[in-house]
């Protein structure tokens, strides 16, 4: 027990390695460059008192448009004589100001209204939502420039116009997360717990917008700066001796066949300063998006990274439909290398079924992506082993060839069918595109299938639940809909990721009996995940059990169940409750499994293991053969002990 939390408490320093936001942001190359050309921009803007430069509103007539490189002034001179590297640092200081001044001011306002009618709803959500409109009805920079037409020309003036401008933008957006946020069981918790609807507000939905806010603002302030540009560009915004950088491109226009440098320069400070903000604010959401924080800023692509450093030669058994043989699956996130499936042999026959059993977190899932490319990569890679499909390696085979053999010759089951099937499509364009994905047949004749499909897997009236949603259905009808369209095609293998978890008993009962009678009509084999050895004992012909992403036990169902050879196979069993023996004692395994990012040598079970001995804790333990079809992965096993014993 002790050594269980000592591990866990190692895995947890580890992983207190996980990259933080400034390294992720780092990471992604074009974020970084734009933060750095964004710092030295505002250094130089913030540093411009101290810099030994001239006076930026100084003329001098006899110096007017002088050339860039010229002696004492860098970047040239204007019109009136004006160094424009000065005005340029003091302008892009202005500019900034006002870019920033005015996100903060129509975030505050914007988000504080979306915030308040998305929760409120009725009567203030029409009443806020219908100004906003009345916003939104006029065009932006139209309605900008009568601001300012109406308040007078001013810097000042321009910052409340594009700050009113803009708050129409965050208000829509805060408003639509907030009402879906709302309805969440989070906010009925809290409702339930006494908070004011104040407390709810800003303690339970604000944390979860915040980040959207943020996304929003630092991809608006370059927007903000352009339109403040736009503005003392028709001379709205900065006046006279006052330079921005919309000013001074203005002022450069007039002369801009006979003196280039004097436009060109502030316009390309304008591009350079937006881009820079746009490659940041793109860095910021990336880092903020939860789905990112593996290491890597990209999505993950559509098939699993296989960088193999060993490859079996052979297969050893020819009559399987399919073999895995030392399949290593990783999932690299910051200098963590997570272990999930650490070297699995397993092998299924035509019209079997095989079990995978075990604890949450023992790598069942994993492994039975890995097979057809769906771990997400980044962070998941495949790092080992072969996995031959009628003697054709799934993991040499181009990707072509997965999207071909996908949903034709293997075909998954999913734990949570609502979030399998699409809500914006009926069941009967789901199960036809299923079909013609890989049949060059007519839609009607498709459609005759479906129909077939959801008879076959004993759907009353299927030709009228082709025509509905899956919301319409129970968690057993959508269930039944996933199996037909893991039968749509005749698939050799059906790999069936706890598809009863969710179920009731009754409904359990019946998908498990429908499953097996259809795997002995189509001779398919399955490829079953779950974690309740009752399930396995109605279904799986032989089992394998995990632990810490290796398999050690291995046999028929009879043989696993009435004669456990593993110390943690026993202990699975011993957890499962038994009708009829009420007074049976259920006994819990103590302690956690390790983590797979720092497994300990020898017997990943040592810690918990009530038969462990000094040699468990050291080298490698091989699988090792009890008889013909039973197999396990100890030192010591159980040999003569029954389940019952």
Not at 195 to 212: C, D, T, W
Not at 332 to 343: K, L, N, P, T
Not at 496 to 522: F, G, K, N, Y
Request: hydrophobic share 45%.
């Amino acid at each position: 027990m002790s050594e269980a939390v000592s591990t866990a408490a190692k895995g947890r320093a580890r992983g207190a390695g996980r990259p933080g936001p400034i390294r992720l942001l780092l990471n992604n190359t074009l974020a970084a460059s734009g933060l750095v050309l964004l710092v030295l921009i505002i250094a130089a803007a913030l540093l411009a008192p101290l810099l030994p430069l001239p006076d930026p509103d100084a003329t001098a007539p006899a110096d007017r448009l002088l050339r860039p490189l010229t002696e004492g002034h860098l970047l040239g001179t204007d019109a009136l004589g004006r160094d424009i590297l000065s005005r340029l640092v003091w302008g892009t200081r202005v500019s900034l100001a006002v870019g920033i001044s005015a996100t903060l001011i129509a975030a505050f306002f914007g988000s504080l209204i979306g915030l308040i009618a998305g929760y409120a709803g009725g009567r203030v959500d029409a009443f806020l939502m219908r100004g906003i409109d009345m916003v939104m009805a006029f065009p932006y920079i139209l309605l900008a420039l009568a601001i300012v037409a109406a308040l007078g020309p001013g810097l000042l003036n321009a910052l409340y116009a594009i700050a009113v401008v803009n708050i129409p933008f965050f208000a829509r957006n805060i408003r639509g997360i907030t009402i879906g946020l709302s309805r969440r069981e989070f906010v009925d918790a809290a409702r339930l717990s006494g908070k004011s609807n104040a407390g709810i507000l800003f303690g339970e939905i604000l944390p979860n917008v915040l980040p959207v806010i943020i996304i929003t603002m630092s991809t608006t302030i370059g927007w903000m700066i352009l339109e403040t540009a736009g503005l003392s560009f028709l001379g709205l915004g900065a006046q006279p001796p006052q330079a921005d950088l919309g000013s001074m491109l203005g002022e450069g226009r007039k002369i801009l066949f006979t003196a280039p440098h004097v436009s060109i320069i502030p316009g390309l400070m304008i591009f350079a300063l937006v881009m820079s903000i746009n490659l940041l604010g793109d860095g910021v959401r990336d880092v903020l998006d939860p789905r990112l924080k593996s290491g890597a800023l990209t999505r993950p692509v559509a098939r699993t990274a296989v960088e193999r450093r060993t490859v079996p030669e052979t297969r050893t058994h020819g009559d399987s439909v399919l073999e895995v043989a030392d399949l290593n699956t990783e999932f690299h996130i910051g200098g963590d290398v997570y272990r999930a499936v650490g070297g699995i042999d397993l092998h299924l026959k035509q019209g079997e079924c095989l079990g995978i059993v075990g604890e949450s977190g023992s790598g069942k899932s994993v492994t039975a992506m890995s097979l057809m490319g769906l771990v997400p990569t980044p962070p998941g890679r495949i790092t080992g082993g072969a996995a031959w499909l009628d003697g054709e390696d799934l993991f040499a085979v181009s990707d072509e060839r997965i999207r071909a053999l996908r949903g034709a010759d293997v075909t998954h089951v999913f734990q949570d069918p609502l979030s399998t099937l699409h809500p914006l499509f009926t069941i009967g364009d789901q199960l036809t595109e299923a079909i013609m994905a890989h049949r060059p047949i007519r839609r009607s004749e498709a459609d005759a299938r479906a129909e077939e499909l959801l008879r076959l897997v004993r759907i009353t009236n299927p030709a009228e639940r082709l025509k509905v949603y899956p919301h319409e259905l129970s968690g057993g009808m959508r269930q039944r809909v996933c199996i037909a369209m893991a039968l749509a095609n005749d698939a050799k293998i059906i790999i069936a990721d706890e598809p009863t978890t969710a179920l009731d008993v009754t409904v359990q009962a019946q998908i498990l009996s429908l499953m097996d009678t259809l795997r002995r009509e189509s001779n398919a084999a399955i490829l079953f995940i779950t974690h309740d050895f009752g399930v396995v004992s109605a279904v799986c012909d032989r089992v394998a059990v995990m632990y810490a992403g290796r398999i050690v036990e291995t046999g028929t169902t009879e043989e696993v169940l009435n004669a456990p050879a593993h110390p943690y196979t026993r202990k699975l069993i011993d957890c499962v409750p038994v009708l009829g023996e009420p007074g049976r004692r259920l006994d819990a395994i103590e302690g956690r499994p390790p983590v797979v990012n720092d497994l300990p040598p020898g017997c990943a079970f040592a810690a918990r293991c009530p038969r462990v001995k000094p040699d468990c804790r050291r080298g490698h333990i091989a699988l090792s053969s009890l008889g013909d079809t039973q197999a396990v992965r100890c030192l010591y096993p159980l040999t003569g002990e029954t389940a019952d014993d």
